[in-house]
């Protein structure tokens, strides 16, 4: 029996499934564009998981695959701090639990209208 699976996996995993009897994997190393996009695709996988099972282990995949990101796109700890702070007194945190229903305004904003055709997005509002 052959199990397909096409996507990144922790370092160990191959040597894992080596080392059990009866299993070989078949496994390579990706270039940097194909890493940074499998990443993210391993964070949407991650974040789902999470979701689904509100587990810390989930949460700390998601914590592993967002370090990765960063060492990847040499992004220091320091400065995702700076931007995380700066943002955070421009826009505020989320602990205070804030809900937006919805914005009244007289002209149509391009920005918006963007953001509200993005698939992530319609899916989000689509299940509520």
């Known amino acids: 029996m052959k199990y397909t699976y096409n996507k990144l996996v922790r370092d160990k995993i191959p040597a894992n499934i080596d080392s059990m009897e009866g299993r070989k994997s078949n496994w390579r190393i990706m270039d940097d564009e194909e890493y940074i996009k499998e990443l993210n695709k391993k964070l949407?996988?991650?974040?789902?998981?999470?979701?689904?099972?509100?587990?810390?282990?989930?949460l700390a995949d998601i914590m592993e695959v967002i370090?990765?990101?960063?060492?990847?796109?040499?992004?220091?700890?320091?400065?995702?701090?700076?931007?995380?702070?700066?943002?955070?007194e421009q826009k505020g945190g989320f602990y205070n639990r804030v809900y937006l229903i919805d914005v009244e305004q007289d002209k149509v904003d391009e920005r918006e209208e963007q953001e509200m055709k993005k698939d992530w997005r319609k899916n989000s509002l689509d299940e509520r």
């Open 44 to 58: 949407l996988e991650e974040s789902h998981e999470f979701i689904e099972e509100n587990d810390v282990e989930e």
């Open 67 to 88: 370090q990765s990101i960063m060492r990847a796109k040499n992004i220091s700890y320091a400065e995702l701090k700076k931007v995380q702070a700066l943002k955070r």
